[in-house]
């Protein structure tokens, strides 16, 4: 790769929450930017609809606007297409994008169940060249790569033994209309795949960050109400450590948390709102720190900033992996989606969560 920084020219497609904060992200002048992004093009269901988009989202920019998806995958100034869709479409939309020759970023979870992302997979290797990664964004953020090393490559708190982490959310599912992409099993509903694959997330970032221990066995349970999951709790076991990790869309209100323990302290995951983080606090008697707790373990809190929310941590990643021909990304690889799907699946299984989609 040149010294020069790349630049990625994206197409998004749906003019959702998420592709409101994407984009606005992605154009933040940043002074550490690993990356250029351009956003290039918008679809939507309504040309109207990416019109308004762009001019509450993207002031001072003139992206192209269509009133469909097809049309951003056909565009020839479009690099990369982001989706922003529901679950239940993701695969499709994948498919589709990968068949016009574009890489893709897709939102989490990548797909309905992991058959859907292996066939997604499928077909980017058969087409060759092409990058295709699940945008699981809090993965790339600072604090969760810092914490990976402290917990794996220093074993700051010994050999991690349990992982608790809890999202919850406050949904009100009654009170939405049959179609909402949160309430709907046919547009893949439920808190498992919505919030759940984040505390799934911690947990396999803590337990098998490698993905080198052998497989889990998953214990869950599922609220099963107005035919989809409104809470999970996932328990799995592996030799000599475990993870329970649960989510809900009942919170009175939000609560997230995550906590790890090991054989010489424990780390305390807090400030979260939603699905981020703002800090974490490292309790161990490995710290060398002079400062101690109540439990005689010496504390150290490591906090972070975040400019915007933190979707360009990924974008750039992104964009270094493009320009250096790579198909897949090492912090998020295929094979690293096909394992959360397939306990997901799992899950959903002992759970009685379905979707109509499922084989
Ligand atoms: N990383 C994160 O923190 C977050 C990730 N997400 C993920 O992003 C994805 C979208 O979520 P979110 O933006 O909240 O969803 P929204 O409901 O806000 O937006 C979804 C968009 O998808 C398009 N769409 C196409 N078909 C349908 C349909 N049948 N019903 C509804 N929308 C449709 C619409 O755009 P149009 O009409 O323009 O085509 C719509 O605006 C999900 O995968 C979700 O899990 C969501 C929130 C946070
Ligand atoms: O990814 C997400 O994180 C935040 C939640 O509000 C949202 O529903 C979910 O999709």
Same mark, same amino acid.
């Given at each position: ?19 409101? /904060? ?17 956003? #290039?093009?918008?679809? %939507? ?13 993207? +002031?001072?920019?003139? +992206? ?10 056909? *565009? ?55 990058? =295709? ?10 604090l969760t790569r810092t914490l990976h090393d402290l917990l794996h490559r220093d074993k700051i708190i010994g ?32 808190? @498992? ?8 997330? /911690?947990? @396999? ?16 349970? #599922? ?15 592996? +030799?000599?450590?475990?993870?329970? @990790? ?16 090991? %054989? !010489?302290?424990?780390?305390?995951? *807090?400030?979260?709102?939603?699905? =981020? +983080? ?12 002079? !400062? ?10 490591? !906090? ?8 360009? /941590? ?6 270094? *992996? ?5 198909? !897949?990304?090492?912090?998020?690889? /295929? ?8 306990? @997901? ?11 109509? #989609?499922?084989?």
């Amino acid at each position: 790769m040149s010294s020069e920084i790349p630049t990625l020219r994206w197409g998004i497609i749906a003019t959702g929450l998420i592709s409101s /904060w994407f984009v606005q992200d992605l154009a933040l002048v940043r002074k550490d930017a690993k990356a250029n992004h351009v956003i #290039q093009s918008i679809g %939507s269901s309504s040309v109207d609809k990416a019109r308004a988009f762009v001019s509450k989202h993207l +002031p001072g920019k003139q +992206p192209t606007v269509y009133g469909s998806y097809e049309e951003v995958y056909r *565009d020839p100034e479009v690099d990369i297409v982001y989706i922003g869709t529901p679950h239940a479409f993701h695969k499709q939309n994948c498919l589709d994008a990968i068949h016009a020759g574009k890489h893709v970023l897709c939102e989490k979870p990548f797909a309905l169940n992991a058959d859907e992302a292996k066939e997604v997979f499928a077909a980017a290797k058969a087409k060759g060249n092409v990058f =295709v990664m699940e945008g699981v964004w809090t993965r790339f953020f600072p604090l969760t790569r810092t914490l990976h090393d402290l917990l794996h490559r220093d074993k700051i708190i010994g050999d991690v033994q349990r992982v608790f982490c809890d999202f919850g959310m406050k949904m009100d599912v009654a009170a939405l209309p049959a179609d909402s992409r949160l309430k709907n099993p046919a547009l893949g509903a439920g808190s @498992l795949l919505d919030i759940g694959i984040y505390s799934l997330t /911690w947990g @396999l970032l803590a337990l098998d960050p490698l993905r080198q221990a052998v497989k889990p066995t998953i214990a869950a349970t #599922q609220n099963i109400e107005y035919g989809i999951d409104t809470a999970s709790s996932i328990l799995l076991q592996y +030799p000599g450590k475990q993870g329970i @990790l649960t989510s809900t869309m009942a919170a009175k209100t939000p609560t997230s948390f995550a906590r790890i323990e090991g %054989s !010489e302290g424990y780390i305390v995951v *807090d400030g979260f709102v939603a699905s =981020v +983080p703002a800090s974490f606090t490292v309790h161990s008697s490995k710290l060398g720190g002079t !400062e101690t707790g109540p439990d005689g373990l010496q504390v150290k809190k490591y !906090e972070f900033e975040r400019p915007g929310r933190g979707f360009y /941590w990924e974008a750039d990643a992104v964009a270094r *992996d493009i320009a250096a021909g790579n198909t !897949e990304d090492a912090i998020m690889p /295929w094979e690293e989606t096909v394992r959360v799907l397939e306990i @997901l699946d799992q899950v959903r299984k002992q759970g009685g969560a379905r979707f109509p #989609q499922d084989k």
